[in-house]
């Protein structure tokens, strides 16, 4: 069983900073790309950013120069450091894992964290 747990989710006032923590636990064989999604009431899931296992990273035009991405393959746990940010960034963020466990690699999603962004 694998679990992935995020923390680090609030209010903050418009061009504040936030960071989100997702830890995975359980039987993992190995973690390959890691990302962060969100979804705001009324909209659909978007990607945020992805981070390969070998440190690559993307993002999601409207986040770039603001929000950064980054892992700790020891401690199997992805980070999103938010700075910033708007009242548009308001939504519940989702940490998604491809993991290899014993049975294959599965995609797994975190419970999902609320970040509130006021003007």
């Known amino acids: 069983q694998v679990q992935l747990v995020e923390s680090g989710g609030g209010l903050v006032q418009a061009g504040g900073s936030l960071r989100l923590s997702c830890a995975a636990s359980?039987?993992?064989?190995?973690?390959?790309?890691m990302g962060w999604y969100r979804q705001a009431p009324g909209k659909q899931r978007e990607v945020v950013a992805y981070i390969a296992s070998g440190g690559s990273t993307n993002y999601a035009d409207s986040v770039k120069g603001r929000f950064t991405i980054s892992r700790d393959n020891a401690e199997n746990t992805v980070y999103l450091q938010m700075n910033s940010l708007k009242p548009e960034d308001t939504a519940v963020y989702y940490c998604?894992?491809?993991?290899?466990?014993?049975?294959?690699?599965?995609?797994?999603w975190g419970q999902g964290t609320q970040v509130t962004v006021s003007s």
């Open positions: 998604n894992a491809h993991i290899q466990v014993l049975t294959g690699i599965r995609n797994y």
């Open positions: 359980g039987n993992i064989v190995s973690i390959n790309g």
